[in-house]
T-cell receptor, first 114, second 115 residues
Framework: DAKTTQPPSMDCAEGRAANLPCNHS???????VYWYRQIHSQGPQYIIH???NNETNEMASLIITEDRKSSTLILPHATLRDTAVYYC???????????????FGQGTTLQVKP | DAGVTQSPTHLIKTRGQQVTLRCSPK?????VSWYQQALGQGPQFIFQ???????QRGNFPDRFSGHQFPNYSSELNVNALLLGDSALYLC??????????????FGPGTRLTVL
């Protein structure tokens, strides 16, 4: 599985967009980009995933560069409850013998401030 | 729809003891993965169970073992506890065969403290 690089911490003002970057320069063609977050003392929560097209759901948007070597998770209107550690993970799809295990790095600690 | 549940929430043991942690997957899920999260670190994959068998194992010693039951629930056993086993133990469930949509849903974790 490809490795990812994320900034250790970021701040964001409440109500503003939070843009969390992730570098995955060694990503393979069959690997997807996943984002999870972990609010203090809770289990990680799935946010979004994508292959090469931009994706949006009720929680966030995922922008993947054309060369797929980096991506950005966007929380359009950050709230105090979005304060958490955000993990960017690349992995192959599960199935065909792949377990889909997640390899977590250190993640980015996002602090949303009033 | 109940999510992933884990028990107990907290546990204190002494070195050398054995511990069993339990996990019930989200309804409809048939695969359970276990992760260990030391303080200040990201979760580390321990192993995954599907069809009552261990499918893949991370870099953990044989002291860590598991089991999956016919109802898909799972146990994590750790023998001969060391101080370094103190961590948050996370269970995640998923469903094989959903391909790329097979995101894992995590439980709240069991906080194990070894004294």
């Amino acid at each position: 599985d490809a490795k990812t690089t994320q900034p250790p911490s970021m701040d964001c003002a409440e109500g503003r967009a939070a843009n969390l970057p992730c570098n995955h320069s060694t990503i393979s063609g069959n690997e997807y980009v996943y984002w999870y977050r972990q609010i203090h003392s809770q289990g990680p929560q799935y946010i979004i995933h994508g292959l090469k097209n931009n994706e949006t759901n009720e929680m966030a948007s995922l922008i993947i560069t054309e060369d797929r070597k980096s991506s950005t998770l966007i929380l359009p209107h950050a709230t105090l409850r979005d304060t958490a550690v955000y993990y960017c993970i690349v992995r192959v799809a599960s199935g065909s013998g792949n377990t889909g295990k997640l390899i977590f790095g250190q993640g980015t600690t996002l602090q949303v401030k009033p | 729809d109940a999510g992933v549940t884990q028990s107990p929430t907290h546990l204190i043991k002494t070195r050398g003891q054995q511990v069993t942690l339990r996990c019930s997957p989200k309804s409809g899920h048939d695969t359970v993965s276990w992760y260990q999260q030391a303080l200040g670190q990201g979760p580390q994959f321990i192993f995954q169970y599907y069809e009552e068998e261990e499918r893949q194992r991370g870099n953990f010693p044989d002291r860590f073992s598991g089991h999956q039951f016919p109802n898909y629930s799972s146990e994590l056993n750790v023998n001969a506890l060391l101080l370094g086993d103190s961590a948050l133990y996370l269970c995640a469930s998923s469903m094989v065969g959903q391909g790329v949509g097979n995101e894992q849903f995590f439980g709240p974790g069991t906080r194990l403290t070894v004294l």
